[in-house]
């Protein structure tokens, strides 16, 4: 069955540097997804893209943060200045359709430690 | 701000019996409701999903029932499994277009004893 891939599994990184976090999504799917689960919370929306743009974001979504397709198969989160706060399990999700009934296939998730 | 709450953090049940997860939400944009399950190490896998212009949705062992007055819906399981220990997360979304975010619940963890 395909799936979403994600690189590294687990990333440590010191406060104020940058991290790019990558994602493969399913080769056929249009529309893609990061959110990110913090240790005991619930799973938040970050941002989503189609078409080479962004197509939505939340509060969480700042100047920090951004999104880039650099090739026909790669979808990466960039955080320029990683903080202690941003530490957490980020996924990658993507879908064919943009119904949302249809479901998001999620990856495994990168797990980001910030130190 | 919790626009959809799970308030059991856990659930235990025996194999065999029924599961019944609760979900509650207070926007009333919201149309659309999902149901994911999670194990350690992976992502979230769709499970099921509802609009709300239904108010039951049935696959298999999983049926979603959502009551839109009192802005609850709840997954049953039936017959519970060992394999369907899981965190499972209720997710809601207003509209179906493209792009559009999934606000997820905190989860609930199930438990199944055989």
């Known amino acids: 069955e395909p799936e979403v891939t994600q690189t590294p599994s687990h990333q440590v990184t010191q406060m104020g540097q940058e991290v790019i976090l990558r994602c493969v999504p399913i080769?056929?799917?249009?529309?893609f997804y990061w959110y990110r689960q913090i240790l005991g919370q619930k799973v938040e929306f970050l941002v989503s893209?189609?078409?080479?743009?962004?197509?939505?974001k939340s509060e969480i979504f700042d100047d920090q943060f951004s999104v880039e397709r650099p090739d026909g198969s790669n979808f990466t989160l960039k955080i320029r200045s990683t903080k202690l706060e941003d530490s957490a399990m980020y996924f990658c999700?993507?879908?064919?359709?943009?119904?949302?009934?249809?479901?998001?296939?999620f990856g495994s998730g990168t797990r980001l430690t910030v130190v | 701000d919790q626009q959809v709450k799970q308030n059991s953090p856990s659930l235990s049940v025996q194999e065999g019996r029924i599961s019944i997860l609760n979900c509650d939400y207070t926007?009333?944009?919201?149309?659309?409701f999902l149901w994911y399950k999670k194990y350690p190490a992976e992502g979230p896998t769709f499970l099921i999903s509802?609009?709300?212009?239904?108010d039951k949705n049935e696959d298999g062992r999983f049926t979603v029932f959502l009551n839109k007055s009192a802005k609850h819906l709840s997954l049953h399981i039936v017959p519970s499994q060992p394999g369907d220990s899981a965190v499972y997360f209720c997710?809601?979304?207003?509209?179906?277009?493209?792009?559009?975010?999934?606000?997820f619940g905190k989860g609930t963890t199930l438990s199944v004893s055989s």
């Open positions: 080769s056929n799917h249009l529309y």
């Open positions: 999700a993507s879908s064919t359709q943009g119904r949302v009934n249809y479901g998001y296939t």
């Open positions: 893209f189609y078409n080479n743009e962004i197509s939505e």
């Open positions: 997710a809601a979304s207003a509209g179906d277009q493209a792009g559009t975010a999934l606000i």
């Open positions: 509802i609009s709300s212009i239904k």
């Open positions: 926007n009333s944009m919201f149309d659309y």
